[in-house]
Structures are given as C-alpha cells and as structure tokens.
C-alpha cells in the first residue's frame, strides 16, 4: 500500500488554466507538506499543515491555494498556470511537525506548463 | 534561516567502489534525513540521523551534530545507486534540503 498518494503524477497543461494536484496519507500522520522541486532539482518547502490548519506558509504566489478537508488530505490548487510553475510537487506527511520525526514523500507530480 | 551544503555537487564512481558525502549546516538541528531521489524521481527515505551513526546494507550515515555535519558512505557501489542524494536538516518546522549530491555509478 502506497503511503503518500498524489495524483496525478503527470499533467500538461496550457498557460492561464486552473489545476488541483491531490494528495492523500495512510500513514495516520498529524502535519502535511506540499515541496516543489524545480529544473535545478532544488527542493523548496511551500506549506505545512497539521490537523487541517496551516502552519507554515512560504513566499508562495496567491495562485496557489492548499485545501485540507481532512488531516489525511492535502490538496493544493493553482489558478492562472504560469510557465515558471513547470515543475515537480512532492507531497508530504509526518507525525506531528518535522522536529524529531520521519518525513515521507510522495511519488511527486510533474507539471509542465504550455 | 538554516543553511544546508552538500558536497560535492557532482560525482562519477566505477561499479564497485566506495564514496563519502557530506552535509554540512548552519545551525543546530532536530532532525536529520538523507534521501536518495531515483531516475525515476523518487524519494526514498535513507535515512533519519540527528546523531549518532545506523547502518542498512552497504549504506551508514553518521551524525556529528556539535560539528554540525553528517556524512553518508556508499560501499561497493552498483549502478542503481546512481541518482541524487539529499539531505534535509530540520530547525524549526520544516525540513530545509541541501542541493544535493548528483552520483552516477558506472558499470
């Protein structure tokens, strides 16, 4: 069984579009991640929820909005594609926060913007 | 905030042998893990280190937190190990990645 789940893991898209990538842990994990890992393979945190609300929220455009209907999900959603979103988004979850615990990964989502 | 280097940047081994990476950061850190990001695009969780030194397989990591550094040895390299290897420090509440160690593994 997959324990961070994301879908879908490839999307092409047309610039100005408006794409959700979904995320889902079996882990019974407290706190998910969204991380975005660009050309240059640098991986840079987004958010950070736990139990639903949003913790950490880096320089991150106001296009893209994180939805979590529950702990076990984290959904992130962009509006008004952009070329510089072409990239690949990893999902993430962990017990309560990232201090002192184990941080796993979803397979990732490559975007690529058109 | 928390600044992570990894060195070196690149490195190209023959099947067989053996290598070190380093991570070095800025600050005390709470948590410590290395993945290995696949050619597939993968991450694999390696290890999770804040100190001390664990082994799996032909793979150890050892933690030297006073000296804020840790090193990850490859024994006996083989070609799947190829890929790139990451490590990430946590000082606060989120995991901070270095740039990672780019390895190719020739046979």
């Known amino acids: 069984d997959t324990a961070v789940s994301q879908t879908p893991k490839y999307l092409v898209t047309q610039m100005g579009n408006d794409k959700s990538i979904k995320c889902e842990q079996n882990l019974g994990h407290d706190t998910m991640y969204w991380y975005k890992q660009d050309s240059k393979k640098f991986l840079k945190i987004m958010f950070s929820?736990?139990?639903?609300?949003?913790?950490i929220n880096e320089t991150v455009p106001n296009r893209f909005s994180p939805k979590s209907p529950d702990k076990a999900h984290l959904n992130l959603h962009i509006n008004s594609l952009e070329l510089g979103d072409s990239a690949v988004y990893f999902c993430?979850?962990?017990?309560?926060?990232?201090?002192?615990?184990?941080?796993?990964f979803g397979e990732g989502s490559w975007l690529t913007v058109v | 905030g928390i600044q992570v280097e990894q060195s070196p940047p690149d490195l190209i081994l023959q099947e067989g042998a053996n290598s070190t990476l380093r991570c070095n950061f800025s600050d005390s850190v709470n948590n410590l893990q290395w993945f290995h990001q696949n050619p597939w695009g993968q991450l694999i969780n390696l290890f999770y280190?804040?100190?001390g030194t664990k082994q799996n397989g032909r793979l150890s990591a050892t933690t030297v937190a006073t000296e804020r550094y840790s090193l990850l040895y490859i024994s006996s390299s083989q070609t799947t190990d190829s890929g790139v290897y990451f490590c990430a420090v946590n000082a606060g509440n989120m995991l901070t990645f270095g740039g990672g160690t780019r390895l190719m593994v020739k046979p």
């Open positions: 993430a979850s962990s017990r309560a926060g990232s201090s002192g615990n184990t941080i796993y």
């Open positions: 280190i804040p100190s």
């Open positions: 929820y736990n139990n639903k609300e949003l913790i």
